[in-house]
């Protein structure tokens, strides 16, 4: 997918929340993206989605609860 300096794409955080940037430059596989005004990254553009609707699909749904060993548990 290929993205032009200045439009809008949509980016997942911590595969939980979704965020609308601005493109700022290509290099390759790589884009800088601005977040608001602030400064901004560089990702590849696997990780960016046209819309909000296909980065919410990308975020993987588990239910089930966490199955592992937590400090807590040793103290028991």
Do not use: C, W
């Not at 200045?6 to 993206?33: H, P």
């Not at 990254?41 to 990308?58: D, K, N």
């Not at 749904?61 to 103290?75: I, M, T, V, W």
């Amino acid at each position: 997918m290929k993205f032009e300096t200045g439009s809008t794409a949509y980016i997942v955080e911590s595969n939980r929340l979704i965020r609308e940037v601005k493109i700022v430059k290509q290099s390759g596989d790589f884009y800088i993206i601005r977040f608001g005004t602030s400064g901004g990254i560089q990702v590849r553009s696997s990780r960016l989605f046209e819309t909000a609707e296909a980065a919410e699909s990308s975020i993987k749904k588990n239910n089930e609860p966490r199955k592992g060993h937590f400090p807590h548990s040793y103290l028991h």
